[in-house]
Structures are given as C-alpha cells and as structure tokens.
C-alpha cells in the first residue's frame, strides 16, 4: 500500500520527536512519549480504507470521528441528545419530511478552502454516488442515486435542506447524519485528485480531506495511524499536538508498554490486565457500556446450518455464566438481544443457558444424531478467541466438530462479507444512536440474492426474511415513542428464537491510561472517542 510522502517543510509529524517517535515504532523499538503527543495502542487489523464514504469498521470509525466534522454529533453526556457540529441550527417541516440546516460561518478544511454548504451537499452526494458499504444510511430516506441531487440541495451560501420520501421519526434522520457516512469532505481537494470519475476515492482511502480537529498524516496498515493538530479547526483546538495509534494486538504486550510510560493508553486489555493494574497508582481506568454487540452468526447457505434445530442447538451450546464471570469480567455484559441496552426498546431477556442435552435432542430432531462438520472464521484477538475455543469444546461435547479459521479483521471481514463462511464470531456497533442501526442489520434482508444492493448482516449470513423485513420498516416509521418500543420488543423476541444468530454479550469498553492524562472519556460509539480532548501533564 502507497502513502503519501511530505517533504520536511510540511512537517510530517509536526516535530522531530514525533518522527522519531515514529521511527523507533516502526522498528519496534520503545521510545518515551512526547509531552505533546498521545500515543494509543490499539488492535486496529480492521481497518480497510479511511475514506469516510467507506468506512464501516469500529476502528475506522473512531480515526473518522476525531478527523472528520458532520453536521450533527451525538452529545456523549447524554447520547440521547444531538449538538450541532458544522450546523448552526436546524428545523424540520411540518410534514416530518423537509430537513433545513444554517451551518455556521467561516469554517475551513484542514487544507484552508472554504467549507460551506455547498461542501457539504457535494460530500452527502459523493457518498450516496459511490455506494459503498454505508450507503444505506442515506439512501434508506430516498436518496437514491437519480434522486439525491433533487432531495439534497443547498438554498444558500450556508443553507442546505435534505428531503426525505417518507415521514420518518426527526430524531431518526438527525442520529443517521451523525454517522460517519455523513462526514463531510473537502470537494476542491478531491475534485483535484479525481481520476475517471472516481469522485477522488482511489486517492481519499489512503489520505484525508477533512475539517475535523484533528487530520490524518500517515496510515500504515496494521502498523499505525499518525494525526496531528488542525489549526484550521473551528472549535477548541486539540489538546495534544498529535495522536499516534500503535497497532498492539495483544492484551498484556499494551499492559506491559503502558506500565513502562511507553505508551500513554491502552485500549485492548484483558480482565486479567484491568485487575494486575487496578492498583497501580500510575494507572487509571475508564469504562464506558458501548452501543457494540458480539455474536457468532450461522451462514445459511449451509444446509446443515440452515436446519431451524442446529440454529437453536448452537444457542444451547455457550457458556454465558463462564464468559460472563471470565473472559469478559470488566469488559462487557451477558447479552442475547440484538439492541444494545440503552436505545429505545432494547431487551435484556436472557433464555439460554449452556445445555449439552437439550443441544444433542435438537442435533437428533433435525436428523443429525451423530452431529456434523463446520467451520468457524475468528479474528485472532481477544476475547473472542477465547470464546471460540471454548465454544468448539462445548459443541465437541454435542458430537459438532469445529475447526476455527484464525486471521486478521480484514481476512476474516472480506470472507464475511462475501457470504463465503459457515460459521462467523463478530462485533457490530451502532452507527447513529437509534433502535434502528441493529433492526436494519440484524432483522432486514430486502433482497437475498447474491448481488442484493444492500447487504446487512441478516444478508451476509443468507438469511431470507420478509416478514421480519416489514415489521422492521414499519417500526422505524412509528412516531409513538411507546408503540415503537413494543415493536422492536417484539422483533428482539421472535429474533432470539428463530435466528441464525447466537447473540453473546454488549462490551464495556474499558482504557487504561496514565495518571498524567486528563480528559478521557469514552463515547457510546467508537466514533465518539475524543482523543483530541486529551490532555497531558
């Protein structure tokens, strides 16, 4: 992969010490951290682009978040809220259908052009154009390709208005613009960069065209992410001068690297590292429940798997109290729902338990008495390799041999998404703070053929379900806050039962830091981890 080169006038890295920074992590030297640089360690194989029309991933998102402005954000004080980020205010028609914003004055991008609502029509265009995986946030309110340019136009230097095709629920269509599909780019800057009509996305997925607080300088893939400083910012200016993420895969090599001052926060640690630090005075500790759901979906394109009594057995096959009490102590919650606790509707029913015998009896009923073959695609960090493994000797116990297929978030993402797998342990977190993020994925699948447009989870692992599909649609029209909680009650219910998904648990995100830093304060969502609100002493 190539990434751009700047020469030293342009300061790579803002600093000598920074590059030498970078430098020592490249070859896996360590090196004490600048007094003007946040330095993270972060599992981050999952990242595939960084142009914000694409990214889809937890990690992604979160480079997003610090580096790119939307027109609204979520206030992490209160994720039930939106605060204006770009837009100075807004208002919603009569109707429910016509969405009017006023941004504020004299913002710029990090390259200095002008940011007005002509960029910001431009970006929410180029993003439903390009039509890539996060499209559907958009284009679910009509904003199709022949139609977005007459929905979406801006009606002034700094006004713009968004119209949808149906009355959705406001604070549905506001949360969706928080996501990061709503990023906002800078058009002179890829208009520059366009190749063949491109709308610059060869050159964005390796660079930045932002006006965030901070802007990317350099990705390395699997290695690191450095960001510096945008003085251009509207807002309050970063606290630190930069912020470089090392790619740390494993749990106690962050501990270990924290401990030594080598690294200022760690992000990826186990419960056995959270309780050897807890009484370390140097260390501090912050948590957060986050909108991110783990579970092992069953790719129903396999007949075997696709047999209603294999779908349950599996969920007869997990040892919730011993994942609970072990591998994710401190780090997440039991949860077998869908809905993250803390959206609107969301349920904490809980019905499965580990049972090898009710698992073998559901194995016979389907004609499988001597069990099967499967395989399962795992993405090598943890704890998700450990619940895999204790997994496969729960479901060995039931006459299911699993052979686990380890590899990177990428590996093992492009499999996934290519519906190509049997079996697949993966984490979804909510990309705007509404019930409807997780329906649209877990209980839609419009279209289940091969080259279906949109592909949610539901259609990665095959899954073909109409019914589910309209009570889904209805529920996010439903503009009775109480009547729309008991529909997606309803959908958590008949979801938990037929499934090919065994939901496992809702994470905790927890980050160790030294006690120099003030400041950290982990969001509901990946994309709403402010490093460049981070201070240090």
């Not at 430098?23 to 914000?52: E, N, R, S």
């Not at 077998?336 to 609107?344: A, D, E, H, I």
Request: with cysteine.
């Amino acid at each position: 992969m190539k990434f751009p080169s700047f020469p030293i006038s342009r300061r790579l890295l803002g600093a000598t010490a920074a590059a030498a920074l970078l430098a020592c992590y490249g070859t896996g030297a360590l090196a004490a951290t600048p007094k003007d640089t946040l330095v993270v360690a972060f599992a981050f194989d999952d990242i595939i682009t960084m142009d914000p029309a694409e990214v889809f991933e937890l990690s992604g998102g979160e480079i997003m978040g610090n580096t790119y402005d939307r027109l609204v954000r979520l206030d992490i004080n209160d994720p039930s809220k939106l605060i204006g980020d770009v837009a100075k205010s807004w208002t919603v028609s009569p109707d429910g259908k016509t969405f009017t914003f006023e941004l504020k004055p004299g913002l710029k991008f990090a390259s200095g052009n002008p940011l007005t609502a002509e960029e910001v029509v431009y970006s929410l265009h180029r993003a439903v154009m390009l039509d890539k995986s996060p499209a559907f946030i958009l284009t679910q309110f009509g904003f199709s390709k022949d139609k977005v340019k007459d929905r979406i136009k801006q009606t002034g230097p700094l006004t713009l208005t968004l119209e949808t095709d149906k009355a959705f629920a406001p604070t549905f269509v506001l949360n969706c613009l928080t996501a990061n599909i709503g990023a906002i780019v800078d058009k002179k800057l890829l208009q520059s960069k366009e190749q063949n009509g491109d709308w610059g996305y060869g050159w964005l997925k390796t660079n930045y065209a932002g006006s965030g607080p901070l802007k990317l300088r350099e990705w390395r893939a699997n290695e690191i992410v450095a960001m510096e400083r945008n003085d251009n910012y509207y807002g309050d200016k970063s606290k630190p001068a930069r912020v470089i993420y090392r790619h740390v895969k494993e749990a106690a090599t962050q501990r270990l690297l924290l401990e030594k001052g080598d690294i200022d926060i760690a992000r990826n640690l186990s419960p056995q590292d959270i309780a050897t630090l807890a009484n370390n005075k140097d260390i501090k500790l912050a948590s957060a429940p986050k909108g991110t759901v783990y579970y092992i979906s069953l790719n129903q394109k396999n007949p075997t798997l696709a047999k209603p009594e294999v779908r349950e057995a599996m969920k007869w096959l997990i040892d919730y109290s011993a994942i609970g009490d072990t591998l994710i102590k401190n780090i997440g919650v039991i949860h077998q729902n869908f809905l993250p606790v803390g959206l609107l509707g969301a349920s904490t029913e809980m019905p499965y338990k580990l049972d090898v015998a009710k698992a073998k009896a559901l194995l016979a009923k389907a004609g499988l008495p001597n069990g099967f073959k499967v395989t399962i695609d795992m993405r090598t960090v943890q704890p998700v390799q450990g619940i895999v493994e204790a997994f496969q000797q729960n479901a060995k116990l039931a006459g299911i041999d699993i052979e686990i297929i380890p590899g990177d978030g990428k590996q093992t993402l492009t499999k996934y998404r290519a519906r190509t797998h049997d079996m697949y342990i993966g984490q979804w977190g909510a990309d705007y703070w509404d019930p409807h993020t997780n329906a649209d994925t877990f209980t839609r699948n419009p279209d289940n053929a091969d080259d279906a447009k949109a592909k949610p989870l539901a259609w990665r692992n095959a899954w073909a379900i109409p019914e589910l599909t309209k009570k889904s649609d209805a529920a996010v029209l439903e503009r009775d806050a109480g009547k729309r909680k008991l529909m997606y009650e309803e959908l958590q219910a008949e979801f938990r039962k037929t499934s090919p998904f065994v939901m496992l648990y809702q994470q905790t995100e927890v980050a160790a830091y030294r006690s120099n830093l003030d400041g950290l304060k982990l969001g509901p969502t990946f994309d709403t981890n402010y490093m460049f609100k981070v201070a240090k002493r």
